[in-house]
Antibody, heavy 122, light 113 residues
Framework: QVQLVESGGGVVQPGRSLRLSCAAS????????MHWVRQAPGKGLEWVAV????????DYADSVKGRFTISRDNSKNTMYLQLNSLRAEDTAVYYC???????????????WGQGTLVTVSS | DIVMTQSPDSLAVSLGERATINCKSS????????????LAWYQQKPGHPPNLLIY???TRESGVPDRFSGSGSGTDFTLTISSLQAEDVAVYYC?????????FGGGTKVEIK
């Protein structure tokens, strides 16, 4: 069965960095685009970034562009999100999500991880 | 960016009654070349990640009870729960995946009256 397990969250000071990981299993990781979505405490869902199945043409929300970097290691079935220059407003649960269909076309998210909490506070 | 507007923000429905949630996009999410609406609905219960209910605006995800249905096209969409059950208490989100940045509606909280 599909499993997505996020890790790497924690409490970090403003301006510092953090790297999140999403370990995937139960499906052919190399065939699917993957996304990060975040949810601030008590708030709605905000899309953060996408990485295609082959790691090319990544894309980001304007709120994180230039500060966050999405990547993947297909040999390890793992996706990453490097968070730099963190701000208080980046405080959220960060979810990784798998798309419904393989390869390049846009799809909805059929599986989500349980999330990892990032708290940015001095 | 495509703005997704959900209504109402919350609703309380009696058990066994119908619940209707609306979602409007600021531009069409219908892709003319394949006649598909790039619109999904998710259910989120407290402390849990979202769960996909409906994709392509009206296709029910495997394992989702048939009391959940999606309809609409272009810019106006509806999620209907035909007979509300206690386990349906949750927040529901619509999402467009037509173009990046992918965007979600603000959510609709469904409670039991």
């Amino acid at each position: 069965q599909v499993q997505l397990v996020e890790s790497g969250g924690g409490v970090v000071q403003p301006g510092r960095s953090l790297r999140l990981s999403c370990a995937a299993s139960g499906f052919t990781f190399t065939s699917y685009a993957m996304h990060w979505v975040r949810q601030a405490p008590g708030k709605g869902l905000e899309w953060v970034a996408v990485i295609p199945y082959d790691g090319s043409n990544t894309d980001y929300a304007d709120s994180v562009k230039g500060r966050f970097t999405i990547s993947r290691d297909n040999s390890k079935n793992t996706m990453y999100l490097q968070l730099n220059s963190l701000r208080a407003e980046d405080t959220a649960v960060y979810y990784c999500a798998k798309v419904l269909g393989d390869y390049s076309s846009p799809y909805s998210f059929d599986f989500w991880g349980q999330g990892t909490l990032v708290t940015v506070s001095s | 960016d495509i703005v997704m507007t959900q209504s109402p923000d919350s609703l309380a429905v009696s058990l066994g009654e119908r619940a209707t949630i609306n979602c409007k996009s600021s531009q069409s999410v219908l892709y003319s070349s394949n006649n598909k609406n790039y619109l999904a609905w998710y259910q989120q219960k407290p402390g849990h990640p979202p769960n996909l209910l409906i994709y392509w605006a009206s296709t029910r995800e495997s394992g989702v009870p048939d009391r959940f249905s999606g309809s609409g096209s272009g810019t106006d969409f509806t999620l209907t729960i035909s007979s509300l059950q206690a386990e349906d208490v949750a927040v529901y989100y619509c999402q467009q995946y037509y173009s990046t940045p992918l965007t979600f509606g603000g959510g609709t909280k469904v409670e039991i009256k």
